[in-house]
T-cell receptor, first 114, second 111 residues
Framework: EPEVTQTPSHQVTQMGQEVILRCVPI?????FYWYRQILGQKVEFLVS????????KSEIFDDQFSVERPDGSNFTLKIRSTKLEDSAMYFC????????????FGPGTRLTVL | RKEVEQDPGPFNVPEGATVAFNCTYS??????FFWYRQDCRKEPKLLMS???SGNEDGRFTAQLNRASQYISLLIRDSKLSDSATYLC????????????FGAGTRLAVHP
């Protein structure tokens, strides 16, 4: 069964450093998403991406964040200068369609900012 | 008012019990509805989509009430393996279907 994959599973970084989280969405999916979940809190939408551009972003997704689809398979989330409060699980998701389309989540990257 | 609200639980039930979860949403423009299951420190796994006509998948039944803006999940004949957090998610078609999640309801099934 096709699945979303993410690397690394755990990333530890120092405050102020840049991190890139990687995702490989399900191959025939066209819509890609990043969500995050701070420990003990709910899953929060960050950004959606379609046709090589951002379609929507949340207030959390400020100038420190960027997304890219550098090739036909990878989808990345970059945080330019990490803060302590960026520590969270980051989940990538993909969907075949947008209209009521089911989103499938990857296993997540646990980001720890020291 | 929160966009998507769930009773946090925990619901502690014995094996074989029937348990029901509700979820309310505030935005009447919501277009799609889902139940996800999340195990500790794992990703949300899609359990089922929720349709206006209601839908059933084995021991799981989901219902949508648009007039009252709530969705429900019924689990029959609970198994130990059903122990998890159940997340309600609501999508908006105008927003490329970004999902707004509830905080989840924790279920603990005991022998």
């Amino acid at each position: 069964e096709p699945e979303v994959t993410q690397t690394p599973s755990h990333q530890v970084t120092q405050m102020g450093q840049e991190v890139i989280l990687r995702c490989v969405p399900i191959s025939n999916h066209l819509y890609f998403y990043w969500y995050r979940q701070i420990l003990g809190q709910k899953v929060e939408f960050l950004v959606s991406f379609y046709n090589n551009e951002i379609s929507e972003k949340s207030e959390i997704f400020d100038d420190q964040f960027s997304v890219e689809r550098p090739d036909g398979s990878n989808f990345t989330l970059k945080i330019r200068s990490t803060k302590l409060e960026d520590s969270a699980m980051y989940f990538c998701a993909s969907s075949e369609s947008t209209a009521g389309g089911e989103q499938f989540f990857g296993p997540g990257t646990r980001l720890t900012v020291l | 008012r929160k966009e998507v609200e769930q009773d946090p639980g925990p619901f502690n039930v014995p094996e074989g019990a029937t348990v029901a979860f509700n979820c309310t949403y505030s935005n009447s423009a919501s277009q799609s509805f889902f139940w996800y299951r999340q195990d500790c420190r794992k990703e949300p796994k899609l359990l089922m989509s929720v349709y206006s006509s209601g839908n059933e998948d084995g021991r799981f039944t989901a219902q949508l009430n648009r007039a009252s803006q709530y969705i429900s999940l019924l689990i029959r004949d609970s198994k130990l393996s059903d122990s998890a957090t159940y997340l309600c998610a609501v999508g908006f078609s105008g927003g490329y279907n970004k999902l707004i999640f509830g905080a989840g309801t924790r279920l603990a099934v005991h022998p």
